[in-house]
């Protein structure tokens, strides 16, 4: 991960990435301990924070089994359903993966 960050330039770089990563175990992997701030009292968490904190949830859930679906029930399925709007015609193929997803097969 240190390696990684190290190769993106910029410094809104790495916080995009920093913060994807959190999220991505947050609300993808609906993992609630991983819940994480972006700022506190108006001022935004900086690159070395939330590195401190990814390195934290990636260290606190190394054991945790990644779960089938990829937005857990717990988040809610407003996504998974026609109740979002969408800008031309749905794909068979994301039918099928947000049909997968709701079922938890993870196909």
């Not at 995009?16 to 947050?26: E, G, H, S, V, W």
């Not at 859930?61 to 029930?73: E, F, N, Q, V, W």
Request: charged letters at 30%; aromatic letters at 6%; proline letters at 3%.
């Amino acid at each position: 991960m240190k390696e990684g960050l190290e190769k993106i330039n910029t410094k809104g770089g790495q916080l995009d990435a920093l913060k994807t990563n959190i999220q991505i175990r947050y609300w993808g992997m609906g993992w609630t301990e991983c819940y994480t701030a972006m700022s506190k009292d108006g001022i935004k968490k900086s690159v070395n924070e939330l590195k401190a904190r990814l390195i934290e949830i990636i260290e606190n859930t190394k054991d945790k089994t990644i779960p089938d679906r990829l937005y857990p029930a717990k988040f809610g399925t407003a996504m998974l359903t026609d109740k979002l709007p969408v800008l031309g015609t749905v794909t068979e193929i994301v039918k099928h993966m947000n049909t997968s997803s709701a079922e938890g097969d993870g196909n």
